[in-house]
Each structure stands twice: as C-alpha cells, then as structure tokens.
C-alpha cells in the first residue's frame, strides 16, 4: 500500500514536472492565448452589453477598439513619465556629475578604484549580444501581441457558440461544472481587475500627493509611473518605489533622504497592497502573500514579463476550480491564506 502510494506521488510529480516544462518550451504561443483568455473573461460583460444594441460582428470591434484605447492609454502614460525623468536627467547632467565624483572619491578614499573595474571590465563586445537580445525581445513581443490580437478577436466571437455547446454535452454534471467554473473564474477575474484598478488609482494618487509633501521634483510622472507598473503584481510595485529612490539620491544629493524616501513607498505599497486591497477583494480573491510572491516569480520564470503579468489571474482561476469540487476545496482554503472558521 505504502508502495503504490509512494508510486503515484513520484508519477504526479514527473507529471507536473513534464507539464510546466511543456508550458516552458511552448510559451510562444501558450503565453498569449493564455493571455487573451484571461482578456476575453473580462471584457466579455461589455461585449454582451454591446450585442444586445448592435450586430455581434460592431460589437466584437468596439469592444476590440476598447482594449487597443485601455492599453495605448497606460502605455502612453508609462512612456510619458519614464521620458519626463529621462528629460530631466539630460537637464541635469551636472548633478549626476557631481554625484560620481563624490561617489568616486568616497571609493578611492576605501581603496576601491571605479576607473580601474571600469577598464578591467569594459569590453566593447558586449553591445553585440545587447543589441541582438534587444532585437529578439521586440520580436517576442510584436509576436506575442498579433497572437494575443487575433486569439482574441477569434474567442470574443465564439462565446456564444462554446456555451451553447457545453450545455449540449450528454454529460449533464459535466456540463454544469464546466458552465459554473467558468463563469467563477471569468467573475472572479474581473473582480480583480477592478480592484487591480482601483488600487492602482489609488497608488498613484498617493505616491503623487507624497512626492508633491517631499519636494520630490516629477511629482506628476511619478505619481502616473506607479499607477501604471501597479498592474503588475510585486514587481510593478517594486520598480515603482526604487526609482523614485534613485531619483531622490540625484536630487538631493543625500542618501539619508533617499532612504527616507524609500522606506515610505515601501510603507505605502504596503498599506494599500496588504490592507486595503484585500478588503476591497473580499474572501473570494482572498490568496496567501506568498502564493503571490510565488505566482509572480515562478510566472515570470516561465513567461517573462506575461507572466508577471497573468500569474496571478492563473492562481484565481486555479482556485476557482478548486472550489467547485469538494475533494479540493481544502487546497483553496490553504492557498488563500485565511483562517479556516471553527466548524
């Protein structure tokens, strides 16, 4: 007995070993049809609403004209505060000047030369590699979004049809599954995109308003910088609170205030992250910090930028499914991180 079970534990494990392995390998294309499902659950209310007034072919276009104005919108946004910061370094070229050369001296005065590691270290060679590795990512990219665009287009029109024919299934328990965790996890995906949403106006708006009481100059790109990244879980937050860090070095010229200035973003992305989303969430996006830690690193391993990007939506759905069967509705319990109520 002990055997067997034993034997099914090593072959669920080679199993999901050989699973996410294939996602690895096939992430050119898992990625952005993963990618456009999780887009398709969430504008699928508004498209529903739209063919209810217009033809269903107008409705998948506007709704498609929708996603292209949201994500021109924060990537106009994004590029508009991080070129406000890049205008304003190439105006204050003299501050990083003398930042490096304070820095410089503070090293040579300890026995480390910058002159030296920058000669021992430099090697023209190493913008070939650079170059054609930012090369391949825009590629990557451009790739990733006409697949997204046309499994998009593609899923938006085929709602209807993929309901229809589950509930034709013989199998009628199979059916209503499918029917409920689906609608579960299209719910609970919008959800978290609203909150998603509300929290990051409300990063913004805060990082904002501090930077305006700290005289950190850019109040405006900044506060437009963390409302954006905030979409990405962890890590949109953490690249929100480091380079404002650096820009209040070269600002002030005082790594005290710097650091000053760092630990109260981190206070910030902490509150609204660790307090205030939660509640707004409510129990059925409830997930443990560290599954989400978990999701966005192991995600991001897998699927790059992507998925940092849907990882978390992949655990909701995976929850949502959970939930549904009572052989594995313990497992969403221990995931979401809440205390099981005494029964």
Same mark, same amino acid.
């Given at each position: 007995?002990?055997?067997? %079970?034993? +034997?099914?534990?090593?072959?669920?494990?080679?199993?999901?070993?050989?699973?996410?392995?294939?996602?690895?390998?096939?992430?050119?294309?898992?990625?952005?049809?993963? /990618?456009?499902?999780?887009?398709?659950?969430?504008?699928?209310?508004?498209?529903?609403?739209?063919?209810? @007034?217009?033809?269903?072919?107008?409705?998948?276009?506007? &709704? +498609?004209?929708?996603?292209?104005?949201?994500?021109?919108?924060?990537? $106009?946004?994004?590029?508009?505060?991080?070129?406000? =910061?890049?205008?304003? *370094? #190439? !105006?204050? &070229?003299?501050?990083?000047?003398?930042?490096?050369?304070?820095?410089? !001296?503070?090293?040579?005065?300890?026995?480390?030369?910058?002159?030296?590691?920058? #000669?021992?270290?430099? !090697?023209?060679?190493?913008?070939?590699?650079?170059?054609?590795?930012?090369?391949? @990512?825009?590629?990557?990219?451009?790739? *990733?979004?006409?697949?997204?665009?046309?499994?998009?287009?593609?899923?938006?029109?085929?709602?209807?049809?993929?309901?229809?024919?589950?509930?034709?299934?013989?199998?009628?328990?199979?059916?209503?599954?499918?029917?409920?965790?689906?609608?579960?996890?299209?719910?609970?995906?919008?959800?978290?995109?609203?909150? %998603?949403?509300?929290?990051?106006?409300?990063?913004?708006?805060?990082?904002?308003?501090?930077?305006?009481?700290?005289?950190?100059?850019?109040?405006?790109?900044?506060?437009?910088?963390? /409302?954006?990244?905030?979409?990405?879980?962890?890590?949109?937050?953490?690249?929100?609170? =480091?380079?404002?860090?650096? /820009?209040?070095? =070269?600002?002030?010229?005082?790594?005290?205030?710097?650091?000053?200035?760092?630990?109260?973003?981190? =206070?910030?992305?902490?509150?609204?992250?660790?307090?205030?989303?939660?509640?707004?969430?409510?129990?059925?996006?409830?997930?443990?910090? *560290?599954?989400?830690?978990?999701?966005? *690193?192991?995600? $991001?391993?897998?699927?790059?930028?992507?998925?940092?990007?849907?990882?978390?939506?992949?655990?909701?759905?995976?929850?949502?499914?959970?939930?549904?069967?009572? $052989?594995?509705?313990?497992?969403?319990?221990?995931? $979401?991180?809440?205390?099981?109520?005494?029964?």
């Amino acid at each position: 007995m002990i055997e067997d %079970r034993t +034997i099914k534990i090593l072959l669920l494990f080679c199993a999901v070993v050989l699973i996410f392995g294939a996602l690895y390998l096939a992430r050119s294309l898992i990625a952005p049809v993963t /990618f456009s499902l999780f887009v398709i659950a969430i504008v699928w209310p508004i498209q529903r609403a739209l063919q209810r @007034r217009i033809p269903k072919l107008l409705a998948v276009a506007s &709704t +498609i004209l929708g996603i292209f104005v949201a994500v021109a919108v924060l990537g $106009s946004l994004l590029v508009w505060g991080f070129g406000k =910061v890049v205008q304003w *370094f #190439t !105006n204050n &070229t003299d501050r990083l000047q003398a930042l490096y050369v304070r820095a410089a !001296n503070w090293l040579d005065g300890h026995g480390v030369s910058i002159a030296d590691i920058v #000669t021992q270290n430099y !090697n023209v060679n190493w913008f070939v590699p650079a170059v054609k590795g930012l090369g391949g @990512r825009g590629y990557s990219l451009v790739s *990733f979004a006409i697949i997204a665009f046309a499994f998009t287009v593609l899923g938006l029109l085929e709602v209807d049809v993929t309901r229809k024919n589950i509930e034709r299934l013989k199998n009628a328990k199979l059916a209503r599954l499918l029917l409920v965790a689906g609608a579960d996890i299209a719910a609970n995906l919008q959800k978290y995109m609203l909150v %998603r949403s509300v929290m990051s106006i409300l990063t913004g708006i805060v990082v904002w308003s501090f930077a305006l009481l700290a005289g950190i100059e850019l109040a405006t790109a900044w506060g437009v910088i963390a /409302f954006v990244l905030n979409y990405i879980p962890f890590l949109g937050p953490l690249f929100a609170t =480091v380079f404002p860090t650096l /820009f209040a070095l =070269v600002q002030f010229e005082s790594w005290q205030l710097a650091i000053a200035v760092f630990a109260c973003l981190n =206070v910030i992305q902490f509150l609204i992250g660790s307090y205030f989303e939660p509640r707004m969430a409510g129990a059925a996006l409830s997930i443990s910090p *560290f599954i989400v830690l978990l999701a966005v *690193f192991f995600w $991001s391993f897998l699927w790059g930028v992507a998925g940092a990007f849907i990882g978390v939506p992949i655990v909701i759905a995976f929850l949502a499914v959970c939930n549904e069967h009572d $052989s594995t509705r313990w497992l969403a319990l221990l995931l $979401s991180g809440r205390e099981r109520e005494p029964t």
